[in-house]
């Protein structure tokens, strides 16, 4: 995994969870509610796969963010990640930190709504249980960690903690009723807590978490 070219490859997939039906788990739906159902359709929890990082990498890399001024791509500070947010709630302020809009800021509009991600190799992707905010993206952004705006550290300086929302993956433009999101436009990110709960099992005798 790296970007643009192979010379920057950070690591290696060693897991990634396979999709699932409704005859796995009852909250994937059995045709797409949003269009008429062209394709069958399966499901995740998260957009996320697990890695294996390349020898060479800087160990105080692990568990950290990179901080940069809100609507800036410029790197001025690291942030340990210290575990997971379990407080948000609607109407709760968030910032992520991607690679192409640097750190931006919003609030949480939806709270483990399930969404159509893609259509891709023959199937209607869904991902369940998905965080919605209003905080801006664009393209080069997805795997951007989302976390809590008022958890922000108060001073600048190395390892400052911050509390661990999501993972950023995509905006969609939702039009249904719940459970299948509200009306509106928003960047989705996969939980924190599912992200543990769905990686898990590809490592049974090592520990996942987000921490330093």
Same mark, same amino acid.
């Given at each position: ?42 499901? /995740?929890? &998260? ?13 105080? @890399? *692990?568990? $950290?963010?990179? %901080? ?30 991607? /690679?192409? &809009? ?13 969404? @159509? *991600?893609? $259509?891709?190799? %023959? ?90």
């Amino acid at each position: 995994m790296g970007q643009p070219v192979e010379s920057d490859t950070i690591g290696y997939e060693v897991w990634d969870p396979a999709l699932f039906t409704n005859a796995a788990d009852p909250n994937c739906p059995v045709n797409n509610p949003q269009i008429s159902g062209l394709y069958p359709v399966r499901c /995740r929890y &998260t957009d996320a796969a697990l890695l294996i990082g390349v020898s060479g990498l800087n160990p105080a @890399w *692990h568990g $950290t963010i990179a %901080g940069t001024p809100l609507n800036d791509v410029t790197q001025t500070d690291s942030w340990s990640i210290t575990g997971q947010s379990t407080i948000a709630g609607v109407g709760q302020s968030v910032r992520k930190v991607g /690679r192409t &809009t640097g750190t931006t800021a919003g609030t949480i509009r939806e709270i483990c709504k399930h969404v @159509w *991600h893609s $259509t891709a190799s %023959g199937y209607d992707v869904w991902m369940l249980c998905q965080g919605g905010a209003s905080i801006s993206a664009n393209p080069g952004d997805s795997g951007a960690p989302v976390y809590m705006d008022d958890e922000w550290p108060s001073g600048y300086g190395y390892y400052n903690p911050v509390m661990l929302q999501g993972i950023l993956w995509g905006r969609r433009i939702v039009s249904t009723t719940p459970p299948y999101g509200t009306a509106g436009s928003y960047e989705y990110y996969s939980l924190a807590t599912m992200i543990v709960n769905e990686l898990r099992p590809g490592l049974p005798n090592w520990q996942l978490r987000f921490t330093r």
